[in-house]
């Protein structure tokens, strides 16, 4: 599966933000996409993951609330809606796509193994 993302940019605090990704490929196989990101000087961490089937979603801690994932089937594409944007949000955000995870684990970035090439959201204080 190829994953390309775009929607990053630069924002202030507050502020809203879409990122969008669209999968090509074996796409089949898909069980769950997701969206993951590396803040500098931090480790990658879950933002939000949707089970593709019945749009089941998780999401980090500290985005609940703000940020909404969903996916479009027949497209082949998933999408985060930012809102609230806070400084703290900065980082490198990351596409991905897993075709072996079950449910009970498709928050869990190790189960993802196809990634996007990652889009740089920069939120402004």
């Known amino acids: 599966v190829q994953l390309q993302a775009s929607g990053g940019g630069l924002v202030q605090a507050g502020d809203s933000l879409r990122l969008s990704c669209a999968a090509s490929g074996r796409t089949v196989g898909i069980r769950s996409m997701g969206w993951f990101r590396r803040a500098p000087g931090k480790e990658r961490e879950l933002v939000a993951a949707?089970?593709?089937?019945?749009?089941?979603?998780a999401y980090g801690d500290s985005v609940k609330d703000r940020f909404t994932i969903s996916r479009d089937k027949a497209k082949k594409t998933v999408s985060l809606q930012m809102n609230s944007l806070k400084p703290e949000d900065t980082a490198v955000y990351f596409c991905?796509?897993?075709?072996?995870?079950?449910?009970?684990?498709?928050?869990?970035?190790?189960?993802?193994?196809?990634w996007g090439q990652g889009t740089q959201v920069t939120v402004s204080s």
């Open positions: 949707i089970w593709w089937t019945t749009g089941s979603t």
């Open positions: 991905a796509s897993s075709e072996r995870t079950i449910y009970s684990t498709f928050y869990n970035q190790n189960v993802y193994s196809d």
